[in-house]
């Protein structure tokens, strides 16, 4: 596998604008030539058969030209079945995927994603997606198209009740990924030419028929929205996205915020949407899955001596693949996955809970390691659209249990028997391959950097791959992260283009309340005792997790960067960052998941610096947006954690606190104590935008934003200064407003308004969507706003 790190993301690919539509068309197709090429000459040999060809040629024709693929690309001959029908009969997707931005030329820029679709096996012809873009007719923002006929028309995002039409279809062969006897992936890599306007674009899949019988699932075209070249991108943030084993699912009416996430969308196009880690709750697989047996197993030395044979092996891939199916298939998230492209990085929950962070000794044991290898392979699938490994872990096959230099793991013949795995040309530039595999995983990190449109960019850290009880990264793979940061940066310091903001993903919170108190009383003494009644007596058996006998909230505690055992790697993190910030002139945000409560942590200079927010390199907002799907913590918890919140200093120039987010509990609710102001139990998602047009007038809801004019019971930032505790940019302590972005902040706060575009002071605004009640089954929301200040430039 090649490094992604290995030179920039930036792929230099020819000008559609230069060399007309014949070079457009090869840009919408450049990646994965050579296996796009044979799928093409595939089906070139079907489609110009003669018409007096039987059905049994056509079908010898298909697998004569689908094994040529296979000898030339791929890892074993796939299964031993051919579908002769015309229909795409489909298991789950499409899943919309972003990749990233490139520079073509000095004044053009692409946009790269993918589609997967999952189908039944044997598919006689490679798939086409059909990729057109809609052309408003009554106006609306626009940009100049050559069309090929060398006519001139005009295109963008289309506002409500425009008819639409379109230009320059584009035909787009799927790559297989990956097939056996039960499914196969597709992807299709999507190539498109930004222009001076956001545009809206189409796709479909000919003749797909959709299995599941999820009610939308009848239309094969889609459309989603993609950023003007000088555009920063409309941004949805989420996590936790899937309920904890034994939750009451109705009594949450499902995944409901996600009906939200759409509405918002149609209101105002999301260009992208993170995933901050379990998109998905596979920790069923110990309770009504595979491993049921296994967890039974009362002898903690049986339990971790317990092969993971390949019996047990093929058992947890049919469970982890038909988990995701169903999820990945759920409405509302389903359509939200077709529409709004995504960027996800893993966490516990799509493995296992508690994955990575159990004692070391367990964790070593051949069943999580397999189940670790085996979520892996369906997390590349379908949340990267990225080839998974040629084989995963099983104790059968000792080839497969240790990585065998840059290929990863040896090959299993017994699973590659039936099997197809595409092998990799190169990986995909938006990838940071760490050096080594993980300690529990034998597979490499894939964190990821990417432009989010023309000022934004984005640096996702896998802190799970490499995660143990003592550390989450390796140390060169921090190295490599960073490294690649600031090539990047280095390049984009200045000119139309400069990145103003640096968006940092963490799976869990790092400016957050200290539960050291709680880890002291979790490890105590105390606890030994009622560990010997609850293995004897069954007193207190919820206590303790079922995994190494540890008490169940220890793996969540040390998970947490404010760990006691990860005190100094989060304080190297913040410093490199600090750094980055200061050496580039940008300023940077974090956002993290995991706790199912939001909140806004922040790191700023300590007020006996005299540093001025706008001035301080230091000043970073963690936003903390958990859980859009499973439920939130007890009233009574997030009351214990705003008691705890107290001002913490990293070193002696910076302090950190949470903010006063939440003047109000959403709706008329009764969620949280009248003193807490800064932790909201309740489900939620946050939306990031670049602050910019200070002129345009803007409406949602009914609250019109002008010219910094507010009406109906918002403020502009102005107004929020003025109502602020102390002077916002003055020094104050860190329980105060710090700048006038932060000044009340809430309901009230200009921000709070989905669509709010900004001051135009720069910077980054915030809104937090949170459920006003979890019996609402369309997920309704209010919204809670602040914003970031940007730096000088």
């Not at 940077?588 to 942590?601: K, S």
């Not at 407003?737 to 706060?749: D, F, I, K, N, V």
Request: with cysteine; glycine share 8%.
């Amino acid at each position: 596998m090649a490094s992604a790190t290995e030179g920039h993301s930036i792929r230099q690919e020819p000008n559609p604008a230069d060399e007309g539509d014949h070079a457009v068309d090869s840009a919408f197709r450049f990646r994965d030539n050579k296996v796009v090429s044979a799928t093409a000459d595939a089906k070139n040999k079907i489609t110009d058969r003669k018409p007096s060809n039987t059905s049994s040629e056509m079908a010898e024709l298909a697998a004569q030209a689908e094994r040529e693929v296979r000898r030339d690309g791929g890892y074993g001959d796939g299964p031993d079945i051919t579908d002769v029908g015309d229909q795409l009969e489909v298991l789950c997707g499409p899943l919309l995927n972003y990749k990233g931005m490139s520079s073509t030329t000095p004044t053009g820029t692409m946009w790269h994603g993918s589609v997967l679709v999952v189908t039944k096996p044997g598919q006689r012809l490679p798939p086409e997606l059909t990729l057109r873009c809609l052309v408003p007719q009554n106006g609306g923002a626009s940009d100049a198209l050559d069309l090929p006929n060398g006519t001139t028309n005009q295109y963008g995002s289309p506002g409500k009740g425009q008819d639409q039409h379109s230009v320059q279809d584009r035909s787009i062969y799927g790559v297989k990924l990956y097939e056996d006897p039960v499914k196969a992936f597709w992807r299709f890599n999507l190539d498109l030419p930004l222009r001076g306007c956001e545009t809206r674009w189409a796709y479909s899949i000919a003749n797909m028929r959709f299995l599941s019988g999820a009610s939308p699932r009848t239309s094969s075209s889609r459309t989603f929205v993609v950023p003007s070249i000088s555009q920063s991108m409309h941004i949805m943030f989420h996590s936790c996205n899937g309920f904890s084993v034994g939750t009451d699912e109705d009594a949450w009416s499902g995944p409901a915020l996600w009906n939200d996430v759409l509405r918002s969308h149609e209101q105002k196009p999301f260009h992208v949407m993170i995933g901050g880690g379990d998109q998905i709750y596979n920790d069923g697989v110990r309770v009504d899955g595979p491993l049921k047996a296994w967890t039974a197993i009362g002898n903690p030395k049986k339990r971790r001596d317990y092969p993971f044979d390949e019996g047990l092996r093929a058992a947890c891939d049919l469970y982890y693949f038909n988990h995701y199916v169903e999820w990945y298939t759920t409405e509302p998230f389903a359509s939200a996955n077709g529409i709004i492209p995504q960027i996800n990085i893993w966490d516990d929950h799509d493995i296992i809970d508690g994955f990575g962070s159990y004692t070391d000794h367990f964790m070593k044991c051949s069943v999580f390691r397999g189940i670790g290898s085996v979520s892996f392979k369906f997390y590349c699938l379908f949340q990267h659209h990225i080839l998974p490994p040629k084989s995963t872990y099983t104790t059968s096959a000792p080839q497969t249990t240790e990585s065998q230099g840059v290929d990863g793991p040896g090959a299993d013949p017994a699973q590659i028997s039936d099997t197809f795995v595409l092998k990799e040309q190169s990986a995909d530039p938006c990838f940071i391959i760490g050096k080594s595999p993980g300690p529990y995983i034998a597979q490499k990190s894939h964190s990821l950097f990417m432009r989010l449109g023309s000022h934004l960019a984005f640096v996702g850290i896998d802190a799970r791959t490499e995660r143990t009880r003592h550390q989450i990264n390796y140390p060169e793979t921090y190295d490599l992260i960073f490294q690649r940061v600031r090539s990047e940066l280095s390049s984009a310091t200045a000119g139309p283009n400069k990145v103003n903001h640096l968006i940092v993903l963490l799976g869990v919170p790092i400016a957050y309340p200290r539960l050291i108190w709680l880890e002291n009383i979790f490890k105590s003494p105390i606890i030994g005792p009622v560990r010997f009644f609850s293995k004897r007596f069954g007193v207190a058996g919820d206590l303790f997790n079922k995994f190494d006998g540890q008490v169940d909230l220890l793996d969540d505690l040390d998970d947490h960067y404010t760990a006691r055992q990860h005190k100094h790697e989060r304080k190297d993190l913040i410093l490199n960052l600090q750094s980055l910030a200061e050496d580039y002139n940008v300023r940077v945000t974090i956002l993290g998941g995991d706790v199912h409560l939001a909140a806004l942590g922040r790191f700023y200079a300590k007020p006996k610096l005299g540093i001025v927010v706008e001035q301080d390199h230091r000043y970073m907002a963690n936003v903390i947006s958990s859980a859009i799907t499973n439920h939130p913590p007890p009233k009574a918890v997030a009351d214990i954690l705003a008691r705890r919140n107290k001002i913490h200093h990293l070193d002696h120039n910076t302090d950190e606190t949470l903010m006063k987010m939440f003047d109000k509990d959403p709706g008329n609710s009764t969620k949280t104590a009248n003193f807490n102001n800064v932790t909201m139990p309740s489900r939620n998602y946050a939306i990031l935008s670049e602050s910019y047009h200070p002129a345009k007038v803007s409406a949602v809801n009914g609250v019109s934003h002008m010219n910094g004019h507010a009406t109906n019971g918002s403020q502009t930032v102005d107004q929020a200064q003025a109502n602020g505790t102390k002077e916002p940019g003055k020094t104050n302590d860190g329980h105060d407003p710090l700048h006038s972005g932060e000044a009340g902040a809430g309901t009230r706060h200009p921000a709070a308004s989905s669509d709010y575009e900004g001051d135009g002071k720069g910077g980054l605004n915030v809104c937090f969507r949170v459920e006003i009640d979890k019996h609402d089954r369309k997920g309704r929301t209010e919204g809670y706003g602040f914003s970031s200040m940007s730096q000088p430039p």
